[in-house]
């Protein structure tokens, strides 16, 4: 053995006797070799333990587990949601024929109807797919007439399908908030490829009075009462089902009437009573990977429909024609059957394998729940007043209900409605908080970074002794071994 390697091993053996790790200063400073053997064995066995615990350890914390704190507040005051209303029937039957002839707003005689007392998205075009099974000649005839009427539809411009909709006026005939009658300024409005035109109340842009949208009591006679028309006699031959579709939600976010909304029956009083309840999540890394969509300004619906959308451009090269999307795309044709069997197939496929896309839940998601009941409004409580929400003018529609430039249509049945058929298209609405309580969960970290570091001096100083002190002195012992190293290798010939 050489003066170098002398050097090298005497320096070894004088850094591990001096080592304040015991193991390794008992390593060094025994005599015997049974004995130096039984410290060496104490040694691996700790090194194995704390490599074990570490990593088990480790392995939990980087999945970055949450705990949720439950939380409910007794508030003195909560805002009032924001509330949409669509009818279930999107179009009345006399604009049928303008529409299935391709006839914008303009083109069509405009008509007056005398209202009397004032997880991927599933979308509905498989109802009226081409390829959708049917049993019977009923069901045949059904679909056939749908998809031809819904193939024009969907191919209107937004404003043309926003004016052979149903106006506010027509759909609410009465408002009260807090028994303060309501304006038409109140309203905004939201348009729905599925239910036509929606009209929200309390949206967040709303200029309202603040008095109005805080509410400081519970019960029946508080919050937000609505008179509704379905105009039942105006439906179209193919609508499935009669009533309003009501999406109760928060006033800052848009409404999602196919996933979040209910509906309320004509002839019927339907009661809602509200508990609030607040949803708080964690980003990235954390396992729900959030995402504040605020600063989008859209939410996570929108980020599936517009995944969805642009695949089905790039498989179909064409985009469902019921799901809104701001892509320049060819609507699909729902009497096309190879391009609905795509989109059939694409859909399947996403359903199974999940969509391409990250679209997490929002960070902050305000909800809901609802008690509903409901009950049938007597004849005695149907002599509405004419609707105190008309709008003289509409100027993106041509003109107001109140302008000389309409006529009636030829059926006469549209204009004047028998007592028993105003009664059945009837609807109460009353929405209400049931309690001033707020239920707030909120996630967060398990494990946060002092505690890592906690945990992993824990485990060192259990199976080694090691402290924080004695992980710098292995870099003073490491440092001079290191530099032998170094030099060794720049003497060596190339």
Not at 286 to 296: I, L
Not at 307 to 326: I, N, S, W
């Amino acid at each position: 053995m050489n003066s170098e390697e002398l050097s090298n091993t005497y320096l070894l053996n004088s850094l591990v006797k001096k080592s304040s790790v015991p193991a390794f200063s008992r390593v060094g400073q025994a005599e015997a070799k049974p004995q130096r053997i039984f410290w060496l064995s104490v040694l691996l066995m700790c090194l194995c333990g704390c490599g074990y615990e570490t990593s088990r350890f480790l392995r939990t914390f980087f999945q970055y587990p949450v705990l949720i704190d439950v939380e409910t507040e007794n508030s003195v005051a909560l805002d009032f949601p924001a509330v949409t209303v669509c009818n279930l029937n999107r179009v009345a039957n006399y604009h049928s024929e303008c529409i299935e002839n391709n006839k914008t707003w303009s083109a069509c005689p405009q008509v007056f109807v005398f209202v009397s007392g004032g997880n991927p998205t599933m979308s509905e075009r498989k109802m009226y797919t081409a390829i959708s099974k049917t049993t019977t000649q009923l069901e045949i005839k059904y679909k056939l007439k749908s998809q031809k009427f819904f193939d024009h539809y969907t191919h209107l411009d937004y404003a043309d399908q926003k004016c052979y909709g149903y106006r506010l006026h027509q759909l609410v005939t009465n408002c009260s908030f807090n028994s303060v009658s309501c304006r038409a300024g109140d309203f905004s409005y939201f348009q729905s490829i599925q239910y036509g035109n929606c009209y929200t109340f309390n949206k967040a842009s709303n200029d309202m009075e603040s008095s109005r949208l805080a509410m400081r009591e519970v019960g029946q006679d508080s919050g937000l009462d609505l008179e509704l028309d379905t105009c039942l006699d105006t439906y179209l031959d193919f609508s499935a089902s009669a009533g309003m579709r009501v999406i109760v939600h928060n006033a800052d976010e848009n409404p999602n009437p196919v996933d979040d909304g209910f509906n309320i029956v004509p002839g019927y009083e339907t009661q809602v009573s509200l508990t609030k309840v607040s949803i708080q999540r964690l980003p990235a890394p954390y396992r729900d990977r959030c995402r504040d969509y605020k600063t989008s300004k859209g939410s996570q619906f929108d980020c599936i429909r517009e995944c969805q959308q642009e695949m089905a451009r790039e498989k179909c090269g064409c985009v469902d024609p019921f799901l809104r999307t701001d892509l320049q795309a060819i609507l699909c044709n729902l009497r096309n059957k190879s391009q609905m069997s795509c989109l059939d197939d694409l859909l399947n496929n996403l359903e199974k394998a999940g969509l391409p896309c990250e679209c997490p839940l929002s960070c902050i998601i305000t909800t809901f729940e609802k008690k509903i009941g409901m009950a049938v409004i007597h004849p005695a409580e149907m002599h509405y007043p004419p609707s105190t929400l008309l709008i003289s003018e509409e100027p993106e529609c041509g003109s107001g209900p109140n302008s000389k430039k309409k006529r009636t249509p030829p059926n006469q049945r549209h204009n004047k409605r028998s007592h028993q058929g105003h009664t059945e298209s009837k609807a109460k609405l009353k929405i209400f908080y049931g309690s001033l309580d707020h239920t707030k969960y909120t996630q967060r970290a398990m494990f946060s970074d002092s505690e890592l570091y906690a945990h992993l001096g824990g485990h060192l100083g259990l199976w080694l002794g090691l402290s924080c002190i004695a992980l710098f002195e292995c870099v003073e012992y490491l440092a001079p071994l290191f530099y032998l190293l170094v030099s060794k290798m720049k003497i060596l010939p190339k």
